[in-house]
C-alpha cells in the first residue's frame, strides 16, 4: 500500500505507521533514508521536491547525450545515483536493493499518472493527445528515461535496477504494455 500511494504527504504519514506496525525486514532506516533523499530539498526544506520524479524527466535528456558529452553525462549519473542513496542500498542486503526498487517504482508509477491528465498535449502544448497517443508516448518515455540512458551511456550495470524498476512500472500501466515496450526496444535498438 506504502508503495503503491503516489501522494508525497500520506507516504511521509503512512511510513511512520508502517515501520511501528511491521515486522522490520532490515531495510526501515534505508526507507525511512530514501523517503527523506527523495522528497527534501537539501537547500529550502521547507520546499517540496520529489528527487526521484525530477530524475525520471532529467533522464529522459540524458538517452539524447550527444556522444561527445557521454563521459560528463555518465559521471553525472553517478553523482545523481549516489546523490539518491543508491549505493547505500548494498548496506541493507537484498532488503535495501528491493526498497530501493519499489522506492524507484514508485517515482515511475507518479511519473505515468502525469501521462494520463487532460493536460498531458502534444504539439508544443497545444493539441490534446488520445489515449492511444498517451500510452505511445508513455512508452518511449519509458524506455528513454531506463534502457535508453542505459544504453547510451554504458551504464547497463548501474542503472540495472532502474531500468527493471520502470520497465515493471511501465508494464502495468495498460493492457499490453510489456508488449509495446519490447517493441520500442527492438526499434530503438535496430
Known sequence: MYYRELEPKKRKEMLPVLCSEEPDDGANGYRRFLLEKRYEDPRDPSHEVDNFLFQCVNFLQFSKTPRFFQKKARRQILQILDQLGFSKAEEYS???????????????????????????KRMFGVMSSSDEQKRNQMTLDAWDMSRGTALRLGLEKELALWCRAVMDEHSVQYEKAAESYLAVEKSRRS
Open 94 to 120: 537484498e532488503a535495501g536493493e528491493k526498497a530501493l526498487y519499489w522506492e524507484i517504482r514508485n517515482a515511475a508509477a507518479r511519473y505515468f499518472d502525469s501521462c494520463r491528465g487532460a493536460e498531458y
